[in-house]
C-alpha cells in the first residue's frame, strides 16, 4: 500500500482579504516505512534469537546453584548446554558484526585482485573434516570456458577484482549449507568456470555453483530465503548451530560485488547455489 507524506505551503500572492492560494506537496514514503518496519522486526528476531540461549543459561545457572549444587554428574551435564548455548550466541554477534560490516561497505567496490581457484580450494581444505565426518564427499571441478567466450581475463585463469576474505565466506557458507541440507552421504560439488554474462551482468563473469543433492527446498521458500532470519524449518536450523544469517550476509556481499545469486532447487533431487561475479 503507497503512503505519502503531505506538506501545505502558501503560494502566489495574499488576494484582497489576506486569503492565500495553498499548495499541496505530496511525498512517496512507502519505501521509507518498509525500511523503518523491517528495521523494527530485525531488532525484535535479534532480541528474540539472542533471549533464547541467554534464558537457558540463566536457569542452568539457578539450577546448578540450586538443586544440582551437590549433583557432579549434572553439573557437568548442565555446564556443557551452557556452553554450547554460549557458543550459539558469540556466533549470533559474530554473524551479526560480519552483516553491518558488509552493509556499510556496500557501496564500495573491492578492488584487490583475487584467485577464485585459491579460494575455492581454501574453502574445501576448510570443510574437509566436516565433510568427512558426515560422509560426504567434497570436490571441486572447473569447467572449460563457455565456446566462443575469449577474452583477456578468460585466459588469466580465475581471477577477479574482489575481496578475499568476503568471497571466501560466502563460498564458507554455502557449502556449509549444502553439508547440512544436503543430507549425510550425499556428494557436495564446487564447480567453477567462465559463462557468458546475461541481463545486467555483461561480458564474461564467472560462475561458481554450489551443488548438493539432498532434501531441497519448496520452491515457495526461495524468494525469501535471502531475508535475515528467514528458515524452512526453525528448530532444525537451531539444531544444526545455525543463526539464520548466512545467506543473507552471502547475499550483500555478492552485491558488494556487483554479482548475482541464483537458487535453483527441486524438493528430493536437490539445490544448485550459483554466484555470478564479474572480473572487475
Ligand atoms: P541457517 O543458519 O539457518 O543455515 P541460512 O541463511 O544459511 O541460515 O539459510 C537459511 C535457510 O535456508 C536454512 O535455514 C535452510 O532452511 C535453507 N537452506 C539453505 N541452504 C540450503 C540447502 N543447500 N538445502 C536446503 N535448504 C537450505
Same mark, same amino acid.
Given at each position: 500500500e503507497t503512503q505519502f507524506r503531505v506538506r501545505i505551503t502558501p503560494t502566489g500572492p495574499a488576494g484582497p482579504r489576506g486569503q492565500r492560494a495553498l499548495m499541496l506537496h505530496?511525498?512517496?514514503?512507502?519505501?521509507?516505512?518498509?525500511?523503518?518496519?523491517?528495521?523494527?522486526?530485525?531488532?525484535?528476531?535479534?532480541?528474540?534469537?539472542?533471549?533464547?540461549?541467554?534464558?537457558?543459561?540463566?536457569?542452568?545457572?539457578?539450577? !546448578? &546453584?540450586?538443586?544440582?549444587?551437590?549433583?557432579?554428574?549434572?553439573?557437568?551435564?548442565?555446564?556443557?548446554?551452557?556452553?554450547?548455548?554460549?557458543?550459539?550466541?558469540?556466533?549470533?554477534?559474530?554473524?551479526?558484526?560480519?552483516?553491518? &560490516?558488509?552493509?556499510?561497505?556496500? &557501496?564500495?567496490?573491492?578492488?584487490?585482485?583475487?584467485?577464485?581457484?585459491?579460494? !575455492?580450494e581454501g574453502v574445501i581444505a576448510a570443510l574437509k573434516p566436516t565433510a568427512e565426518d558426515r560422509g560426504n564427499a567434497l570436490a571441486l571441478e572447473t569447467l572449460p570456458p563457455d565456446p566462443g567466450l575469449i577474452h583477456a581475463r578468460v585466459a588469466e585463469g580465475y581471477r577477479l577484482k574482489g575481496d578475499r576474505d568476503q568471497l571466501m565466506q560466502v563460498f564458507l557458507n554455502l557449502t556449509e549449507n549444502a553439508l547440512k541440507y544436503g543430507g549425510a552421504g550425499k556428494p557436495v560439488t564446487l564447480r567453477l568456470g567462465w559463462r557468458e554474462g546475461s541481463g545486467n551482468l555483461k561480458g564474461p563473469v564467472l560462475s561458481v555453483e554450489v551443488i548438493d543433492r539432498g532434501e531441497g527446498i519448496d520452491p515457495l521458500h526461495l524468494p525469501r530465503l535471502t531475508e535475515r532470519f528467514y528458515r524452512v524449518d526453525t528448530h532444525r536450523s537451531r539444531a544444526m548451530g545455525g543463526t539464520g544469517l548466512g545467506l543473507a550476509i552471502v547475499k550483500h556481499i555478492v552485491n558488494r560485488h556487483r554479482g548475482r545469486l541464483r537458487i535453483d532447487s527441486r524438493p528430493g533431487q536437490g539445490s544448485v547455489f550459483t554466484v555470478l561475479l564479474p572480473p572487475e
Open positions: 505530496f511525498t512517496d514514503v512507502t519505501h521509507l516505512r518498509e525500511a523503518e518496519e523491517m528495521r523494527r522486526d530485525f531488532v525484535a528476531n535479534v532480541s528474540h534469537e539472542l533471549r533464547t540461549p541467554l534464558t537457558a543459561v540463566l536457569g542452568f545457572i539457578e539450577t !546448578l &546453584r540450586g538443586p544440582a549444587k551437590d549433583d557432579t554428574a549434572a553439573r557437568e551435564r548442565f555446564l556443557g548446554i551452557m556452553e554450547a548455548e554460549a557458543r550459539r550466541m558469540n556466533r549470533l554477534v559474530s554473524d551479526l558484526l560480519s552483516l553491518s &560490516r558488509v552493509e556499510a561497505q556496500e &557501496r564500495q567496490r573491492p578492488s584487490t585482485e583475487v584467485d577464485l581457484k585459491a579460494v !575455492l
